[in-house]
């Protein structure tokens, strides 16, 4: 993890511990080099990826455009041996463009449900704060309950299901910023930053030869993991013991955001809860059974970022939440 003055998009993969390694582990781990692939750089983004699968979580990606966002969610879902499906979320996108809706049978007289393309293992929403609140909202039953309900029946998802949405953060014009409880249901906020010279210059060699982001066949990518091996990582991480006084860490970190005088709203306790399901699902990745205080502070700032909401004036004087959160990580006592 970088040092919190640089801020970073999320974590990096640490090396395993000692022992017989988890044969779900380390194919979860070669996703980083599968997704390598046909996307340069961005392997934090691919961990927390990754990390919010195994928490039956969602990401919120953000970045400029032309960064491979789509790429990436595209790649992963190949690599995972997967279904994906996209949706472009504009102003005039319906809810039951997303979640599916009754459509009447002439021949049989009836109404039958088509499914939307909800109905898929990963979901990328891409741009989703273009689209009005209602149709944003389409999205909070499928996200918190795994289902959707339509005339009065519930209809369940598949599972794994993931709902990773898109947003660009420097155009404002004509979007809908994503209200709190939307985004509280986001696991991580991964951000994708510019390429460095080095990275750049990769790309273009890559589409100089011949590189086509729309045939991943071609790029070599091949399903290196799937359902089974998710299923297992899910079940490995929930035994990974996390000590009280690292729970008293995270709760003192939530807490403190509470109190920040930048800020007008702070982690909630659904926040909290996030940052130790991540942190857990972390040390898992990193070849441990236990979480260590370095696991929460690696998780911080994509599992909190997103949950707090700066003053007016803070933001005035060029504030940001990632420094409120370096200033909340510095100030909190760690546990011994």
Same mark, same amino acid.
Do not use: N
């Given at each position: 993890m970088s040092h919190p003055a640089a801020p970073a998009p999320g974590?990096?993969?640490? #090396?395993?511990?000692?022992?017989?390694?988890? !044969?779900?582990?380390e194919a979860l781990r070669a996703l980083r080099a599968e997704v390598a692939k046909a996307v340069v750089g961005q392997d934090a983004a691919v961990t927390g990826l990754v990390i919010a699968l195994l928490c039956r979580g969602h990401a919120l990606l953000e970045g400029v455009p032309g /960064?491979?966002?789509?790429?990436? /969610?595209?790649?992963? +879902?190949?690599a995972l041996s997967l279904d994906t499906a996209r949706v472009q979320f504009t102003p005039d996108l319906m809810p039951g463009d997303v979640t599916g809706s009754l459509v009447y049978d002439a021949r049989s007289g009836q109404f039958s449900f088509r499914e939307g393309p909800v109905f898929t293992n990963l979901l990328l929403a891409d741009e989703i704060n273009r689209t009005p609140p209602k149709t944003q909202a389409a999205l909070l039953e499928s996200m918190e309950e795994r289902q959707v309900s339509v005339d009065g029946r519930p209809r369940l998802l598949p599972d794994p299901f993931m709902v990773v949405a898109t947003q660009n953060p420097v155009e404002y014009e004509g979007t809908?910023?994503? #209200?709190?409880?939307?985004?509280?249901?986001?696991?991580?906020?991964?951000?994708?930053?510019?390429?460095p010279r080095a990275?750049?210059?990769? /790309?273009l060699t890559r589409h100089s030869e011949g590189f086509d982001p729309r045939?991943?066949? +071609?790029?070599? %990518?091949? !399903? %290196?993991?799937g359902a089974a091996e998710l299923e297992a990582g899910r079940a490995a991480v929930r035994t990974v013991s996390i000590a009280p006084e690292v729970i008293g860490y995270v709760v003192d970190l939530?807490? +403190?955001t509470r109190q920040s005088p930048s800020l007008q709203l702070g982690v909630s306790p659904r926040g909290a809860?996030?940052?130790?399901?991540? +942190?857990r699902a972390w040390a898992w990745l990193s070849g441990r059974d236990y979480v260590t205080p370095d696991d929460v502070k690696a998780l911080a700032r994509p599992a909190l970022r997103h949950r707090i909401e700066l003053r007016a004036e803070a933001e005035l004087e060029g504030v940001t939440p990632e420094a409120v959160l370096d200033g909340v990580l510095g100030a909190v006592p760690v546990p011994r």
């Open positions: 974590p990096t993969p640490a #090396p395993a511990g000692p022992g017989p390694e988890d !044969p779900a582990r /960064v491979a966002k789509t790429l990436l /969610v595209r790649t992963l +879902a190949a809908y910023p994503l #209200p709190e409880a939307q985004l509280d249901r986001f696991l991580l906020k991964l951000t994708l930053p510019l390429p990275e750049e210059i990769d /790309v045939d991943l066949q +071609a790029a070599g %990518v091949r !399903p %290196v993991a939530a807490r +403190a809860t996030a940052l130790m399901s991540a +942190a």
